[in-house]
């Protein structure tokens, strides 16, 4: 069965430095998400990707965070000048419509 | 402030009952609705969605909908120990672009 893949699982930074979390969809999707949750705390909304571009983006998403879909196969996640407050598990997901199906994440933690 | 509310639990039941978790949203304009199972440490695994009133059966899984009441529910059969799991309750509104709202999940024990 397809499934969403991401990598790294884990990703240690220091604060102030730019990570990039991957991620590849189920092939035939045509949506692309990234979700956040904080330990604990429940799966937040940060953007959603339809034909090359932002369809609609949360508050978090400032303008440190910035996604792109370099070609066919992957989906990006860039955070810049990262902070200890975006320590967290994020979860990239895709759909053909709304049910959106979601990767195992990657666990971000900055020191 | 588009909100997902869950009672958090967590809800214990006995092996072979009716586990009932329910939701309400405040978007009236709300059009799609989902149950997501998340393990501890793993990632949301869908496992119901619903678009139109009434009710709606998979295996052993009833979602049910009532828009007027802006109320989402979902009923688990006959539940099993691997049932355990935290269920999170999701909307989606009818901005385009498939933002999801999720509520911050009720926990469920099954008792073996």
């Known amino acids: 069965e397809p499934e969403v893949t991401q990598t790294p699982s884990h990703q240690v930074t220091q604060m102030g430095q730019e990570v990039i979390l991957r991620c590849v969809p189920i092939s035939n999707h045509l949506y692309f998400y990234w979700y956040r949750q904080i330990l604990g705390q429940k799966v937040e909304f940060l953007v959603s990707f339809y034909n090359n571009e932002i369809s609609e983006k949360s508050e978090i998403f400032d303008d440190r965070f910035s996604v792109e879909r370099p070609d066919g196969s992957n989906f990006t996640l860039k955070i810049r000048s990262t902070k200890l407050e975006d320590s967290a598990m994020y979860f990239c997901?895709?759909?053909?419509?709304?049910?959106?199906?979601f990767g195992p994440g990657t666990r971000l933690t900055v020191l | 402030q588009k909100e997902v509310e869950q009672n958090s639990g967590p809800l214990s039941v006995p092996e072979g009952a009716i586990a009932s978790l329910n939701c309400t949203y405040s978007d009236r304009g709300s059009q799609s609705f989902f149950w997501y199972r998340q393990y501890s440490g793993k990632s949301p695994e869908l496992i119901m969605f619903?678009?139109?009133?009434g009710d709606k059966e998979d295996g052993r899984f009833t979602a049910q909908l009532n828009k007027a009441s802006q109320y989402v529910s979902l009923l688990i059969r006959d539940s099993q120990p691997s049932d355990s799991a935290t269920y999170l309750c999701a909307v989606n509104g009818d901005t385009g672009g498939f933002k999801t709202i999720f509520g911050a999940g009720t926990r469920l024990f099954v008792k073996a």
């Open positions: 997901a895709s759909s053909v419509a709304s049910e959106q199906f």
């Open positions: 619903i678009y139109s009133n």
